[in-house]
């Protein structure tokens, strides 16, 4: 099996370094959003790396869970991973939704992005403060306004077909997981699990691509 990866916010393909993963795995490199461009077109722009006539997988951490779901729901691949992540609006804060519906985000500054590092830290609960730093250092501002918009708006509502498997950390401040039992749970994890408890996470997905090898 092949495993494509979609970092978080902002974040990028140093995410996933620690991963020790069974089979083939592929990030992916965000790209610049066009104008006004919504989600669902973003995501099949992006999806364009991926090769559809072989078995494969999505791994899609924090806000580039949403962009894995949107590729799922067009490309229906045989397994779509979630990490720190939601399957659908109903899974984030509803003070996000609320925001969103505001539309002052529009209206904000892109330097008001860049968080002040402690503050960043402590939401992301990150135990490797260093590279999360070197990650929000490198963030393309105007792509973090993009994202925090479309998260915010995240409309979906429709539950994948394919098979999904979604790990959510119990101390999670940003996409805290809901109470689907499917979910499996990170004790203490939080939401730079995917760095900070990566040995637990390859377990769970290389437990699960057994089904696929």
Request: aromatic fraction near 8%; include cysteine.
């Given at each position: 099996?092949?495993?494509?990866?979609?970092?978080?916010?902002?974040?990028?393909?140093?995410?996933?370094?620690?991963?020790?993963?069974?089979?083939?795995?592929?990030?992916?490199?965000?790209?610049?959003?066009?104008?006004?461009?919504?989600?669902?077109?973003?995501?099949?722009?992006?999806?364009?790396?991926?090769?559809?006539?072989?078995?494969?997988?999505?791994?899609?951490?924090?806000?580039?869970?949403?962009?894995?779901?949107?590729?799922?729901?067009?490309?229906?691949?045989?397994?779509?991973?979630?990490?720190?992540?939601?399957?659908?609006?109903?899974?984030?804060?509803?003070?996000?939704?609320?925001?969103?519906?505001?539309?002052?985000?529009?209206?904000?500054?892109?330097?008001?992005?860049?968080?002040?590092?402690?503050?960043?830290?402590?939401?992301?609960?990150?135990?490797?403060?260093?590279?999360?730093?070197?990650?929000?250092d490198d963030t393309d501002l105007q792509f973090a306004q993009w994202a925090i918009q479309q998260l915010?708006?995240?409309?979906?509502?429709?539950?994948?077909?394919?098979?999904?498997?979604?790990?959510?950390?119990?101390?999670?401040?940003?996409?805290?997981?809901?109470?689907?039992?499917?979910?499996?749970?990170?004790?203490?994890?939080?939401?730079?699990?995917?760095?900070?408890?990566?040995?637990?996470?390859?377990?769970?997905?290389?437990?699960?691509?057994?089904?696929?090898?």
């Open positions: 099996m092949k495993l494509y990866g979609i970092s978080g916010l902002g974040a990028d393909k140093r995410v996933f370094q620690y991963l020790n993963l069974n089979c083939e795995f592929i990030p992916i490199d965000w790209i610049d959003p066009k104008k006004n461009e919504s989600i669902e077109s973003y995501s099949m722009r992006l999806s364009q790396i991926i090769k559809r006539d072989e078995n494969y997988g999505i791994l899609g951490v924090s806000f580039g869970g949403l962009i894995a779901v949107e590729i799922s729901k067009q490309l229906n691949p045989n397994l779509t991973i979630l990490i720190s992540s939601a399957e659908t609006k109903s899974e984030l804060r509803t003070i996000y939704k609320v925001i969103g519906k505001t539309g002052l985000l529009k209206l904000v500054p892109k330097k008001a992005f860049d968080p002040p590092r402690k503050i960043a830290t402590w939401f992301f609960g990150a135990q490797a403060k260093h590279l999360l730093h070197q990650i929000l915010t708006s995240w409309n979906n509502t429709e539950k994948l077909s394919n098979r999904v498997l979604k790990i959510g950390g119990t101390h999670d401040k940003l996409i805290p997981p809901n109470k689907d039992k499917q979910i499996k749970l990170i004790t203490k994890g939080a939401h730079f699990m995917i760095v900070d408890r990566a040995e637990e996470i390859s377990q769970i997905i290389n437990e699960e691509i057994k089904n696929f090898q």
